[in-house]
T-cell receptor, first 111, second 114 residues
Framework: RKEVEQDPGPFNVPEGATVAFNCTYS??????FFWYRQDCRKEPKLLMS???SGNEDGRFTAQLNRASQYISLLIRDSKLSDSATYLC????????????FGAGTILRVKS | DTGVSQNPRHKITKRGQNVTFRCDPI?????LYWYRQTLGQGPEFLTY????????KSRLLSDRFSAERPKGSFSTLEIQRTEQGDSAMYLC????????????FGPGTRLTVL
């Protein structure tokens, strides 16, 4: 079983739609949580950190449920430019702070 | 441009050849990470440095792989006797040790082994 699991999609949605992605992680020692965005053949870029209290950045809302080991990302009012792969990432503060990535969820926003 | 840079951006090689990639981190960052990403997967950790010291290596990093960061600035990743299974995007990231959660990625080197 992979340490971080995501639905690969693709999610095909019309512009203006609301879409939600989920992710589960298996290591309860995970301590930091993130969503990264990766455009085709580009490097991953940090979209937002995820906190238990939930956090919002414009049209994006992220939520963490430590008890269920579950992370979510909600995108409201989808734009064509939101089309990308969204990577769920966890980090353990053991030696190294190496990021552990899920395989990603593909989002395609269509006009 | 003050971000992380990687060279070359693309490398095509024949099986059995050696290849070397370079990463230049953000100048004040003392941590440097290497990741590998294959098609349809997320990046996987390979190794990381704090300054010039290599502090951790993944079991993914076979004996054919070696990484260095001789002066605590740029890093090189060498793959000896390349195999087709080495074809991937090799990503470098850097961070401050005090804020290791925030890693900035370079554009990657895409390796194709024929």
């Amino acid at each position: 079983r992979k340490e971080v699991e995501q639905d690969p999609g693709p999610f095909n949605v019309p512009e203006g739609a609301t879409v939600a992605f989920n992710c589960t992680y298996s290591n309860s020692a995970s301590q930091s949580f993130f969503w990264y965005r990766q455009d085709c053949r580009k490097e991953p870029k940090l979209l937002m950190s995820v906190y238990s209290s939930g956090n919002e950045d414009g049209r994006f809302t992220a939520q963490l449920n430590r008890a269920s080991q579950y992370i979510s990302l909600l995108i409201r009012d989808s734009k064509l430019s939101d089309s990308a792969t969204y990577l769920c990432v966890v980090n353990r503060w053991e030696y190294g702070n190496k990021l552990v990535f899920g395989a990603g969820t593909i989002l395609r926003v269509k006009s | 441009d003050t971000g992380v840079s990687q060279n070359p951006r693309h490398k095509i090689t024949k099986r059995g050849q050696n290849v070397t990639f370079r990463c230049d981190p953000i100048s004040e960052h003392n941590r440097l990470y290497w990741y590998r990403q294959t098609l349809g997967q997320g990046p996987e950790f390979l190794t990381y440095f704090q300054n010039e010291a290599q502090l951790e290596k993944s079991r993914l990093l076979s004996d054919r792989f070696s990484a260095e960061r001789p002066k605590g600035s740029f890093s090189t990743l060498e793959i000896q006797r390349t195999e087709q299974g080495d074809s991937a995007m090799y990503l470098c990231a850097s961070s401050l040790a005090a804020d290791a959660d925030t890693q900035y990625f370079g554009p990657g080197t895409r390796l194709t082994v024929l």
